[in-house]
């Protein structure tokens, strides 16, 4: 029996620093107070990896032209959204971590992955360590009638859950989730860095030397109390983030990492009564319930990953009755805005100084990308000036600091899906226009190419 040695360590719980001692800011990503001590027991011969499976799996030098670039093997999960934020299925052999706030729906999307793989005769395995068997049988009620291909596991050590992996072979495990999960020969209490790191370490030795893929359920809080999965992130292969309101009906699946196929991809579902559905056509959805002739209301074409989505700005400028304007910017970038206003007043002199500012972006999603400026812009211009903007308008481009309209990609993807959506007119960068003038897309609906701020508020 290996001797157990105990030792006190700090755990950063933002980062997963490690530190001998206790610090007061965490030397690795600088945020404040993060740091927990944990008890650690080490086994006397831990310095090798312990798991036999690592020993078969002893890799030699190779000639990149001796490496087979064979596709790696895809598992299609019927769900398009789905597969799409995966790159174009699950990839044998992966494991991809699900990340989001309690309550979001992770359960009940893994779920119905383990429905559709096993309606496909795939062996599926669904560890819990959260909920009871009944609750999930509930759960999986309310979503359909599942094949008797899913197994169901309610246990969060470790050590009995590999056994369990071994003796069954599933082709898919779901992990949920690994805050909960424990292995024995680390000391610390479940969800602490030491203990999510240790697990999805031997997670990860699993899935490679079976070739499973695991996905890994991580809750995110604010407080920081359990880790985060930010732990994880440069463990695993693949990050997913469940992301919406929980208030509100639709969610967002979005890749972060993906070392199988591209990040910033997304994935749109509506939490239903019985389970998520998903939504194919994001614009229709995102603009049902726009205001008819409306000031400061405007649809911009944004590009989430591959896939254009048209959403609605809304900006309502009203003078301040305190000294102080206040500025706000629900789904995008605060800083962004206050810039963008500042363009506003020193290249239009527009007087914005003594006015309260809101921007949102409608249905609540979240975007960062530069190409909505134009978008802001123009609806915080038509909010001022009180004039609103022809409803089968659309616009995209992004702004710079001189009050330059700057050309952005997808351009044609973005024109098309606004025809898509039956969009008249286009405002698009100058320069967009020049390289989509010859293309049959001009042919079927109106682009009008603006190279400043002035020629686009001109035409509010
Ligand atoms: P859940 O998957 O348990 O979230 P997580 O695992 O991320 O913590 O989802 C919980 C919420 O989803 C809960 O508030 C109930 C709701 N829900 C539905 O609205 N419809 C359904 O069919 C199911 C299964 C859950
Ligand atoms: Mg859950």
């Given amino acids: 029996m290996a001797k157990m040695k105990q030792t006190t360590v700090y755990f ?7 530190s001998g001692k206790w610090l007061g800011q965490c030397p690795a990503c600088k945020s404040w107070n993060t740091f927990v001590e944990e008890t650690v027991k080490v086994q006397g011969n831990s310095g090798k990896i312990s798991s ?27 769900m398009e959204e789905l597969d799409r934020v995966l790159g174009g299925g699950i990839v044998k052999g992966s494991l991809i971590l699900v990340g989001g706030d309690p309550g979001i729906g992770k359960s009940t999307l893994l779920l119905q992955v383990c429905k559709a793989l096993s309606d496909d005769a795939r062996a599926v395995l669904y560890v819990s360590g959260e909920e009871s068997l009944k609750q999930i049988k509930l759960r999986a009620e309310r979503i359909g009638t599942f094949t008797d291909e899913l197994s169901l596991y309610c246990e969060t050590n470790l050590d009995n859950i590999e056994t369990a992996i071994q003796k069954e072979k599933p082709e898919v ?13 680390v000391g610390a209490a479940p969800g602490s860095v030491s203990q999510v790191r240790e697990t999805t370490a031997r997670l990860l030795q699993l899935s490679k030397g079976l070739n499973i893929t695991i996905f890994i359920v991580g809750h995110v809080t604010k407080e920081g109390t359990v880790a985060g999965p930010r732990v994880l992130e440069h463990m695993v292969d693949t990050v997913l983030y469940f992301e919406g309101d929980r208030y509100a009906s639709y969610r967002v699946l979005r890749g972060v990492k993906n070392r199988f196929g591209s990040t910033n991809e997304i994935g749109v579902f509506e939490m239903c009564q019985d389970g998520l559905k998903e939504v194919k056509n994001p614009s229709e959805f995102m ?18 990953g591959t896939r254009p989505i048209l959403l ?12 102080y304007p206040k500025r706000q910017a629900t789904g995008t970038d605060f800083n962004r805005v206050n810039l963008l206003m ?12 003594d006015c309260d500012a809101y921007v949102n972006l409608a249905g609540g999603m979240k975007v960062q990308e530069p190409a ?12 001022f000036k009180n004039r609103s903007i022809a409803k089968e308008m659309t616009v995209f481009g992004e702004v710079g600091l001189s009050g330059e309209v700057r050309a952005v990609g997808q351009a044609e993807q973005r024109v098309q899906e606004a025809v898509k959506l039956g969009f008249k007119t286009v405002v698009l960068p100058q320069s967009n226009l020049e390289a989509l003038k010859d293309s049959k897309i001009a042919e079927t609906v109106k682009l009008i190419g603006v190279s400043s701020v002035r020629d686009a508020i001109d035409l509010i």
């Fill in 287 to 304: 603009l049902s319930g726009r205001p008819e002739d409306a000031s400061g209301s405007v649809v911009v074409c944004s590009t989430q």
């Fill in 12 to 18: 950063c719980q933002e980062c997963g620093h490690e």
């Fill in 372 to 383: 909505i400026d134009l978008g802001i812009v123009m609806a915080i211009a038509s909010s």
């Fill in 52 to 78: 036999s499976l690592t020993d078969r799996q002893v890799a030699k030098p190779a000639k990149l032209s001796d490496i087979s670039t064979e596709q790696e093997e895809r598992i299609g999960t019927h």
């Fill in 173 to 185: 495990v779901i992990i949920d989730s690994i805050q909960t999960m424990y292995s024995e020969q």
């Fill in 342 to 353: 500042a363009v506003l007043e020193k290249r239009l002199g527009m007087q914005l100084g």
């Fill in 312 to 323: 609605e700005i809304q900006a309502l400028v009203s003078h301040t009755n305190f000294g």
